[in-house]
Structure formats: structure tokens, C-alpha cells
Nanobody
């Protein structure tokens, strides 16, 4: 069974940076495209970045140029480097596959951008 564990969130000031990690177990993450999602209070979960098995990446327009998704095959981990953070980036961040079937959603990691 695939298990996803997100970490690395926290409280950061506007303009700051964070690196999120998604530890994948039960499968090799690079077999299928994976992505980082976020869900802000009162909003639907949205896909913000994805990486394919061929290491192609895509980003939502709201984070393009600020966020970078990457993967480490040796650690079976997907990362999200977030720079120039804005208050509107505040959300719980999750990782999962990009298309169904999805793995069970992890607990996510809270990112709060505030002065």
C-alpha cells in the first residue's frame, strides 16, 4: 500500500522560503507523475506543481517562477522548494499522484505565510 508523509511546513514571513518533503513508501515515486496540492480554508484542493516520470515539471500560474518541484530517487522523496512566499500561499500542502487512482491522502503539512 502506498503511503505518503508530508513534512517541512511552518510559519514564515512574506518573501521567505520553505522546502516541503513528501516521503513515499510502498512504491517507487517516479513510476507515475506526482504532484503537490494545497488546500486553503474554505477553498478546494488545487494542484500547484507536478513532476512526471521523465522529470518534466508543470506549475500553476500562481506559483510559477517561485516554486520548484523535484524528486530524489535514492530517498524516494518528492520536494517542493517554495521561494518568495506570499500570504495567499497559506494552506495545507499535500502530495499525491496527478491522475487516478490516487493514493490515500496523507495528513499534509501546514504552511502559514504571515508577518
Amino acid at each position: 500500500q502506498v503511503r505518503l508523509v508530508e513534512s517541512g511546513g511552518g510559519l514564515v514571513q512574506p518573501g521567505g522560503s520553505l522546502r516541503l518533503s513528501c516521503a513515499v513508501s510502498g512504491t517507487i515515486f517516479s513510476i507515475r507523475a506526482m504532484g503537490w496540492y494545497r488546500q486553503a480554508p474554505g477553498k478546494q484542493r488545487e494542484l500547484v506543481a507536478s513532476i512526471t516520470s521523465g522529470l518534466s515539471t508543470k506549475y500553476a500560474s500562481s506559483v510559477k517562477g517561485r516554486f520548484t518541484i523535484s524528486g530524489d530517487n535514492a530517498k524516494n522523496t518528492v520536494y517542493l522548494q517554495m521561494n518568495s512566499l506570499k500570504p495567499e500561499d497559506t494552506a495545507v500542502y499535500y502530495c499525491n499522484y496527478v491522475v487516478a487512482p490516487f493514493a490515500s491522502w496523507g495528513q499534509g503539512t501546514q504552511v502559514t505565510v504571515s508577518s
